[in-house]
C-alpha cells in the first residue's frame, strides 16, 4: 500500500516520542497536548493494547499502549511517561485518543526530502501503520499514520466504552511517587 509523501519543498512538524526505546512520530497538527500520566480505568472486553480511559477535564479519553500494540517488551512507568493526546479520523469524523508514551523528544520540522517510504522489513511496526521514516540527524524515525493504528472496528469499540464510561475517574498519581529511571537522573 502506498502512503503519501510530502513534496520535497513541503515542510510538516512532528511531535517525536520514545517507547521502548524506539522513537517514532506524528503529525503536530493530530496532538491536542500532552498530560503527565495518571491511573487508567480499565474498560473489560478491550482488545489488550487498550489500556482503559482517562478523564480530561470531563471528557472521557480512551488510552492505547502503541508499545503493547507494536509487540514490544513491557516497560516501567516512570516520571517521563505521559499521555499524547491526539485526534483520529473515525467514519469522517473527529475522535480523541491519548497514546501512552514513554516520555516525548522533540517537535521536529521534515521536508519531503526527509521522509523515506516505509521500509518493506525490519521494523516491528505494519507497514499500515506507517506514514514513512523521517531523517533527522543522521537517524531515522518511524512516523506514525494515526488514522490506520486501530482498525474500525477498534476504535468504533473504545468510543462506544468511551461513551459508557463514567465521567469520573480517579485523580491523577503524585508524579514524584512514580519510580526514577536508573542513568536518567
Known amino acids: 500500500m502506498s502512503h503519501p509523501i510530502e513534496p520535497a519543498s513541503a515542510r510538516s512538524s512532528y511531535l517525536s516520542f520514545m517507547l521502548a526505546e524506539e522513537e517514532y512520530a506524528v503529525g503536530l497538527l493530530r496532538v491536542r497536548e500532552i498530560i503527565e500520566y495518571r491511573p487508567v480505568t480499565r474498560v473489560p472486553g478491550m482488545p489488550v493494547a487498550v489500556q482503559g480511559v482517562i478523564n480530561l477535564r470531563g471528557s472521557v479519553v480512551p488510552v492505547v499502549d502503541l508499545a503493547v500494540k507494536f509487540g514490544l517488551p513491557p516497560r516501567p ?3 517521563w511517561s505521559c499521555f499524547v493526546i491526539v485526534e483520529v479520523t473515525l467514519d469522517g469524523q ?9 516520555t516525548v523528544r522533540e517537535v521536529l520540522e521534515l521536508g519531503g526530502d526527509d521522509i523515506e517510504p516505509p521500509p518493506a522489513f525490519g521494523t516491528r511496526v505494519r507497514l499500515e501503520f506507517l ?3 523521517g531523517r533527522h540527524n543522521d537517524t531515522f524515525i518511524l512516523l506514525l499514520d494515526l488514522d490506520r493504528l486501530l482498525s474500525l472496528e477498534e476504535l468504533l469499540r473504545l468510543t462506544s466504552a468511551a461513551d459508557e464510561a463514567p465521567a469520573t ?8 511517587a512514580l519510580p526514577e529511571v536508573p542513568g536518567n537522573g
Do not use: E, F, K
Open 77 to 79: 512507568i516512570t516520571r
Open 94 to 102: 473527529q475522535t480523541v485518543l491519548g497514546l501512552l508514551a514513554d
Open 131 to 133: 506514514r514513512g521514516m
Open 169 to 176: 475517574v480517579p485523580p491523577p498519581a503524585s508524579v514524584a
